[in-house]
């Protein structure tokens, strides 16, 4: 099954990548008092939790040696 092996190279990608590139996140915060508003966009950067990808990273890497050993047998 090469689908199964291009799968698991993609999730592990995936994996591999969210280790270290940060997800912008945009907030806006503001105050309206009649017609005026006033208002702040912040913006963070956060991580994927290390967990997520260490499962991403696992599940690619099962998902490569199954569908390696089908398309073999």
Avoid: C, T, W, Y
């Avoid at 912008?24 to 309206?32: A, I, N, R, T, W």
């Avoid at 508003?37 to 040696?65: C, D, F, T, W, Y």
């Amino acid at each position: 099954m090469k689908a199964l092996f291009l799968a698991g190279v993609l999730l592990a990608v995936l994996g591999i990548v969210s280790l270290f590139v940060p997800i912008p996140h945009k907030e806006d915060k503001g105050v309206q008092v009649g017609d005026i508003k006033m208002g702040v966009q912040i913006e963070h950067n956060q991580r994927v939790s290390p967990i997520v990808s260490a499962v991403l990273i696992l599940a690619g890497a099962g998902m490569m040696i199954a569908g390696r050993k089908r398309s073999s047998g």
